[in-house]
């Protein structure tokens, strides 16, 4: 009887080892992004320290375990197969959710998502044994599900985005009125209590607070409660005493030691409060195998009320869930991907953006200038003057190959963030209430961007739409953990043979997007050139966009082939796909003319004729684009609508004409890719005669319309592909020689 629970017992141990994976990569953003984003501290050190606070808040997590026990539903109301069926489809369900998330670069709630996975798998399995009962109805599920924990958990999840938000932008207001953007010039003691503040508020409420979870913490107990006072004030005043000293004699910036420590204290904090999303679960369940393991009772009759008790946490296996969160942290490239998504909506200059505008954020953006210009009616000019003043950045002159070592934002910044969400964080934590790290780290850093006015009129649109996009995903979560943990629960109640399936789903999907993940980061890379923000040298614009022009012609001509191929045999599916491959093509090119700006500032001469050149080929780069999409557009369209197949000798002459392109377009990608510049003669003579058979197909269908063509559909069709061709070879065509005029051009200079 106890051989499949000690099966799903294994899995488990093994689902719990990936959701740790899948859980710090996109958690790894709330503890990193500030110290990062600064540069205060070099990357290696960053992880050091983090990696540290991750080990000592795995110990202090144990409180945290009870919320997976009892603080969603009633225990002692399901059987022991019930529960195990509900941790089954919990932990199934959110290693699929964080593992989406993460490859989408989107930080997402894993508070969030396990607590509506407990949810719906619990109403789920709930609402099961209410119609197999039948002196039972749906009006009790309420007493299957602790409905007032529950909602007190969501609601303080909810109240964190506002009341981050709010404090953060409050804080970071403040802090900058007191060191402006010149914080390296404000006066020694003004550093000293600012440290004393905000070491004070790391070490009490994350250190003191944080041991309440531990075992440990009876033995200090009686030297800390009733001393909260005492305990500040004296912090306070030691710790600004200790300050001044390492400012005054060890001249140590004290703003990248709060840095420091902030790192620390948050690593530690996500650790204590995020653990029990990842572990608790699997504990839970093997607490519930070892009590009816010994009651010789039968799995589906013995109640569950043992886990409404408090049970002690095995500290070993707290650390060694800390042990694969830190090799995690230092290994994977989808935590990498989602701090970036962080860090580029708080920066503090300008640079290419992650997302789109949309009406919201639009709405929004114009809300807050009319409150902005009401506000200037209404408070005194002289207090605005010295308001602005504080804000004033300062410019700071970098070689043009040194910029891009600049920060994302400045110390006190990146110090506020990481005081203002450890408090935060750890009063939650210290009232065994699962707050959301992501929403609370993630609100912070928005309020204090906001406050610091890094949302400025080029960039307010775009990183509101993107701040959208990230709270939008975080109801998608909780939404898609309800039903989906409700549905993976329903199947494996239904057979229990439904497991392995389920688990062999989750294998081939998480391998499935792991690969889809690196074959997106491999491609990024060939996209990122020109797209940097180092020296580019004009050589180096030769090369780079040699060989990205070449890419382009490959891809274009196997999607002018598909379009033909596909046109004749009828295929929508493919031509639906070609379509979203000529879209994806349109927006790499659209986002390097959006960075023609930072293209000509990167260079490491003023060089008109290269400014020129680069403009000039996006132009021809966006004419092919143009081009090939209104073919592929035009084909779908058609053949959606379900109109009359082109007749054979249309398709007869399209093919043919795909034949003498394609030769064209390979030969031309290869010169590009080789820098060969000397046989273009050979490649204009076979230009002109596939422009005449373009023409001649023309003709040919001015013929067909007289005698026997009757489809006006079909002759615009087939005249529009004719006429965009033309326009895909002149334009292929002026850039092969805007590109050997140019490189001939530097040759001679050289």
């Given at each position: 009887m106890g051989d499949p629970y000690i099966l799903m017992l294994v899995a488990l141990?093994?689902?719990?080892?990936?959701?740790?994976?899948?859980?710090?990569?996109?958690?790894?953003?709330?503890?990193?992004?500030?110290?990062?984003?600064?540069?205060?501290?070099?990357?290696?050190?960053?992880?050091?320290?983090?990696?540290?606070?991750?080990?000592?808040?795995a110990i202090t997590s144990s409180g945290m375990m009870e919320v997976a026990r009892k603080g969603i539903f009633n225990p002692n109301m399901f059987m022991f197969q019930d529960i195990m069926y509900i941790f089954m489809a919990v932990m199934i369900t959110d290693i699929l959710l964080l593992d989406i998330f993460n490859s989408l670069g989107m930080p997402t709630s894993t508070t969030v998502s396990i607590v509506f996975e407990l949810l719906g798998a619990a109403v789920c399995i709930s609402l099961i044994k209410i119609s197999a009962n039948d002196t039972q109805s749906i009006s009790d599920i309420w007493s299957y599900i602790n409905h007032k924990k529950a909602l007190e958990i969501i609601n303080g999840i909810l109240l964190s985005v506002v009341v981050a938000f709010s404090v953060g932008a409050i804080v970071q207001f403040v802090s900058r009125l007191i060191y402006s953007f010149n914080f390296e010039k404000r006066a020694t003691y003004i550093n000293a209590l600012f440290g004393g503040f905000a070491i004070t508020a790391i070490t009490y409420f994350i250190i003191i607070k944080g041991m309440k979870g531990t075992p440990f913490y009876k033995d200090v107990k009686f030297l800390i409660e009733g001393n909260t006072f005492a305990i500040i004030a004296g912090s306070f005043v030691v710790?600004?005493?200790?300050?001044?000293?390492?400012?005054?004699?060890?001249?140590?910036?004290?703003?990248?030691?709060?840095?420091?420590?902030?790192?620390?204290?948050?690593a530690m904090a996500f650790s204590g409060n995020d653990l029990v999303n990842f572990v608790g679960v699997p504990i839970a369940a093997w607490n519930s195998y070892q009590a009816w393991e010994v009651s010789g009772v039968a799995a589906d009759s013995f109640s569950m009320g043992i886990l409404a008790k408090k049970v002690p946490s095995n500290v070993w296996l707290l650390l060694l869930a800390g042990g694969i969160m830190v090799v995690t942290l230092w290994t994977s490239s989808k935590a990498q991907n989602v701090i970036k998504t962080g860090i580029d909506l708080s920066r503090q200059g300008e640079g290419h953006e992650k997302f789109q505008p949309n009406p919201l954020s639009r709405i929004v953006v114009r809300a807050a200038m009319g409150i902005n210009v009401g506000l200037s009616y209404l408070v005194p000019k002289s207090t605005l003057a010295f308001i602005d003043s504080k804000f004033q950045k300062p410019v700071i002159a970098l070689p043009k190959d040194k910029t891009y070592e600049m920060p994302a934002f400045d110390l006190v910044r990146a110090s506020v963030n990481l005081i203002v969400a450890g408090i935060l964080i750890s009063i939650a934590t210290s009232m065994k209430l699962p707050l959301s790290t992501t929403y609370v780290t993630f609100m912070v850093a928005m309020g204090t961007s906001l406050a610091d006015r890094a949302w400025g009129r080029e960039s307010a649109v775009y990183r509101v739409a993107g701040v959208i996009n990230v709270i939008g995903g975080w109801f998608l979560t909780a939404i898609?953990?309800?039903?989906?943990?409700?549905?993976?629960a329903y199947l494996i109640s239904w057979n229990m043979v439904m497991i392995p399936v389920l688990l062999a789903v989750v294998a081939l999907l998480i391998g499935r997007n792991t690969l889809i993940h690196r074959k997106k980061t491999k491609e990024v890379k060939k996209q990122e050139f020109m797209e940097r923000t180092e020296l580019i040298t004009i050589n180096g614009v030769i090369e780079e966009s040699a060989d990205h022009i070449s890419g382009v012609i490959s891809r274009v001509n196997k999607l002018y082939t598909n379009v033909v191929n596909d046109l004749a045999n009828q295929d929508l599916n493919k031509l639906r796909k070609t379509e979203k491959h000529v879209a994806k093509l349109n927006n790499e090119i659209d986002s390097l003319k959006d960075g023609v700006f930072y293209f000509i500032k990167s260079l490491d001469e003023?060089?008109?004729?290269?400014?020129?050149?680069?403009?000039?080929?996006?132009?021809?780069?966006?004419?092919?684009?143009?081009?090939?999409?209104y073919i592929s557009r035009a084909s779908y369209k058609h053949v959606n609508n379900n109109h009359k197949n082109l007749k054979k000798g249309q398709i007869k002459d399209l093919k043919i004409i795909d034949i003498q392109l394609s030769t064209l377009l390979v030969k031309e990608a290869t010169i590009f890719e080789n820098r060969d510049l000397d046989d273009l003669n050979a490649l204009l003579i076979e230009k002109n005669e596939l422009l005449r058979s373009v023409s001649s197909s023309i003709e040919k269908q001015v013929a067909r319309i007289r005698t026997d063509e009757t489809s006006p559909k079909n002759t615009t069709l087939y005249f529009s592909i004719l006429l965009e061709t033309k326009d895909l070879i002149t334009a292929l065509m002026n850039l092969l020689q805007t590109y050997e005029e140019f490189h001939l051009s530097r040759k001679q200079e050289q």
């Amino acid at each position: 009887m106890g051989d499949p629970y000690i099966l799903m017992l294994v899995a488990l141990a093994v689902l719990a080892v990936v959701d740790l994976v899948v859980g710090v990569s996109n958690d790894a953003v709330n503890f990193l992004n500030s110290a990062i984003g600064s540069k205060a501290i070099s990357v290696r050190n960053i992880m050091i320290i983090a990696s540290l606070g991750v080990f000592f808040g795995a110990i202090t997590s144990s409180g945290m375990m009870e919320v997976a026990r009892k603080g969603i539903f009633n225990p002692n109301m399901f059987m022991f197969q019930d529960i195990m069926y509900i941790f089954m489809a919990v932990m199934i369900t959110d290693i699929l959710l964080l593992d989406i998330f993460n490859s989408l670069g989107m930080p997402t709630s894993t508070t969030v998502s396990i607590v509506f996975e407990l949810l719906g798998a619990a109403v789920c399995i709930s609402l099961i044994k209410i119609s197999a009962n039948d002196t039972q109805s749906i009006s009790d599920i309420w007493s299957y599900i602790n409905h007032k924990k529950a909602l007190e958990i969501i609601n303080g999840i909810l109240l964190s985005v506002v009341v981050a938000f709010s404090v953060g932008a409050i804080v970071q207001f403040v802090s900058r009125l007191i060191y402006s953007f010149n914080f390296e010039k404000r006066a020694t003691y003004i550093n000293a209590l600012f440290g004393g503040f905000a070491i004070t508020a790391i070490t009490y409420f994350i250190i003191i607070k944080g041991m309440k979870g531990t075992p440990f913490y009876k033995d200090v107990k009686f030297l800390i409660e009733g001393n909260t006072f005492a305990i500040i004030a004296g912090s306070f005043v030691v710790w600004s005493f200790i300050s001044q000293i390492l400012i005054k004699a060890f001249k140590i910036n004290i703003l990248k030691l709060i840095i420091g420590v902030g790192t620390f204290s948050l690593a530690m904090a996500f650790s204590g409060n995020d653990l029990v999303n990842f572990v608790g679960v699997p504990i839970a369940a093997w607490n519930s195998y070892q009590a009816w393991e010994v009651s010789g009772v039968a799995a589906d009759s013995f109640s569950m009320g043992i886990l409404a008790k408090k049970v002690p946490s095995n500290v070993w296996l707290l650390l060694l869930a800390g042990g694969i969160m830190v090799v995690t942290l230092w290994t994977s490239s989808k935590a990498q991907n989602v701090i970036k998504t962080g860090i580029d909506l708080s920066r503090q200059g300008e640079g290419h953006e992650k997302f789109q505008p949309n009406p919201l954020s639009r709405i929004v953006v114009r809300a807050a200038m009319g409150i902005n210009v009401g506000l200037s009616y209404l408070v005194p000019k002289s207090t605005l003057a010295f308001i602005d003043s504080k804000f004033q950045k300062p410019v700071i002159a970098l070689p043009k190959d040194k910029t891009y070592e600049m920060p994302a934002f400045d110390l006190v910044r990146a110090s506020v963030n990481l005081i203002v969400a450890g408090i935060l964080i750890s009063i939650a934590t210290s009232m065994k209430l699962p707050l959301s790290t992501t929403y609370v780290t993630f609100m912070v850093a928005m309020g204090t961007s906001l406050a610091d006015r890094a949302w400025g009129r080029e960039s307010a649109v775009y990183r509101v739409a993107g701040v959208i996009n990230v709270i939008g995903g975080w109801f998608l979560t909780a939404i898609t953990a309800f039903f989906a943990a409700a549905v993976v629960a329903y199947l494996i109640s239904w057979n229990m043979v439904m497991i392995p399936v389920l688990l062999a789903v989750v294998a081939l999907l998480i391998g499935r997007n792991t690969l889809i993940h690196r074959k997106k980061t491999k491609e990024v890379k060939k996209q990122e050139f020109m797209e940097r923000t180092e020296l580019i040298t004009i050589n180096g614009v030769i090369e780079e966009s040699a060989d990205h022009i070449s890419g382009v012609i490959s891809r274009v001509n196997k999607l002018y082939t598909n379009v033909v191929n596909d046109l004749a045999n009828q295929d929508l599916n493919k031509l639906r796909k070609t379509e979203k491959h000529v879209a994806k093509l349109n927006n790499e090119i659209d986002s390097l003319k959006d960075g023609v700006f930072y293209f000509i500032k990167s260079l490491d001469e003023t060089s008109v004729q290269a400014s020129r050149f680069y403009i000039m080929v996006l132009g021809y780069l966006q004419d092919v684009a143009q081009s090939i999409s209104y073919i592929s557009r035009a084909s779908y369209k058609h053949v959606n609508n379900n109109h009359k197949n082109l007749k054979k000798g249309q398709i007869k002459d399209l093919k043919i004409i795909d034949i003498q392109l394609s030769t064209l377009l390979v030969k031309e990608a290869t010169i590009f890719e080789n820098r060969d510049l000397d046989d273009l003669n050979a490649l204009l003579i076979e230009k002109n005669e596939l422009l005449r058979s373009v023409s001649s197909s023309i003709e040919k269908q001015v013929a067909r319309i007289r005698t026997d063509e009757t489809s006006p559909k079909n002759t615009t069709l087939y005249f529009s592909i004719l006429l965009e061709t033309k326009d895909l070879i002149t334009a292929l065509m002026n850039l092969l020689q805007t590109y050997e005029e140019f490189h001939l051009s530097r040759k001679q200079e050289q």
